[in-house]
Every structure is written in structure tokens, then in C-alpha cells.
């Protein structure tokens, strides 16, 4: 079970970009359109998956709104921040 983070070491570790929204972390991703959107989704699903960390995508035209949070700890653990940075890291 991963511990969770107090809301200062949520404040502190945040990447760029990135909000609290009660027991979940938050970025909307932009782009000039929509497909760029859906293959930014994909890489955010690759890296889900490698991670075994699941967050919760919403594509829209020119939107991608990714929410994390550790369901199996029942908040914002350090693998939230991880896959966060990393979804910055594949957004150019
Ligand atoms: C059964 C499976 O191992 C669990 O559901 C994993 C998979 N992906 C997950 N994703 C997220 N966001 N939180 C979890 O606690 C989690 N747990």
C-alpha cells in the first residue's frame, strides 16, 4: 500500500503544470487539434500501463485533461507525481 502525501508535499512535489483537486492531481494538456490530442493519450496510456498506474483521460478537440490518483491508497501517493512528470516529459 503506498502512503499518501500531505497536501504540503503535494504542493512541493507538483510538476510544472500540474494542480490539487481534492484526492487528485490535475493537468489539461492543450493542442491545435484533435488527433495530436488522441496520440497524446495513447503515450499517457503506454506509460500507465508500464507503470501500472491507471490515470483517468479526457480527450476533447484540442484538450487532454489527465486526473491521477492512487484508488489503492485512497489518495495522492508518490506514484501520481511520477506518472505526472512523465506525461510532461512525452508533451512537446
Ligand atoms: C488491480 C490493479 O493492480 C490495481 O487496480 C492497480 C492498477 N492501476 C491503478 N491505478 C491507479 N490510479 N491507482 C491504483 O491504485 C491502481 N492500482
Redesign the pocket.
Known amino acids: 500500500m ?1 502512503d499518501t502525501l500531505s497536501d504540503e508535499e503535494i504542493d512541493r512535489q507538483l510538476p510544472d503544470g500540474w494542480e490539487q483537486d481534492g484526492e487528485e492531481i490535475v493537468r489539461t494538456f492543450e493542442f491545435d487539434s484533435y488527433l495530436p490530442g488522441v496520440g497524446f493519450a495513447s503515450g499517457v496510456a503506454g506509460l ?1 500501463e508500464a507503470a ?4 483517468e483521460i479526457t480527450i476533447t478537440w484540442g484538450e487532454v485533461e489527465v486526473r ?6 485512497g489518495g495522492i501517493t508518490e ?2 507525481i511520477d506518472l505526472a512528470a512523465r506525461c510532461n516529459e512525452i508533451y512537446e
Not at 501500472?52 to 490515470?55: A, C, I, R
Request: no cysteine.
Open positions: 503506498s500507465a501500472w498506474h491507471h490515470p491521477l490518483t492512487t484508488h489503492d491508497a506514484k501520481d
